[in-house]
């Protein structure tokens, strides 16, 4: 089974930036859609951007043109640079494939929050 490990999130004032990264266990050559998803409290999952292994990317609406999905195949790792944050960005981030793999295929995500 893949191995996903999120790293990148801390706390940012409205305004600030961070780049995610998504490490892979095993050659993401094999998914050909990658994707980065968010947890924001009291909420279910959303799908926050996805990227193919051609390089078609599609965004949310509400990070469109503030965030930036990109891939590294070499090196199995997906990354999300994330700038004009705002407090409602705050959010349990996650990697996965789309449609996303099987319950066990989840990380722990990493966490962004938001925050003056």
């Known amino acids: 089974q893949v191995q996903l490990v999120e790293s990148g999130g801390g706390l940012v004032q409205p305004g600030g930036s961070l780049r995610l990264s998504c490490a892979a266990s095993?050659?993401?050559?094999?998914?050909?859609?990658m994707a980065w998803y968010r947890r924001a409290p009291g909420k279910q999952r959303e799908l926050a951007a996805l990227i193919t292994l051609g390089g078609i990317t599609n965004y949310a609406d509400s990070v469109k043109d503030r965030f930036t999905i990109s891939r590294d195949n070499a090196k199995n790792t997906v990354y999300l640079q994330m700038n004009s944050l705002k407090p409602e960005d705050t959010a349990v981030y996650y990697c996965?494939?789309?449609?996303?793999?099987?319950?066990?295929?989840w990380g722990q995500g990493t966490q962004v929050t938001v925050s003056s």
């Open positions: 996965n494939t789309f449609p996303a793999l099987g319950a066990s295929s």
């Open positions: 095993r050659n993401i050559f094999s998914f050909k859609t």
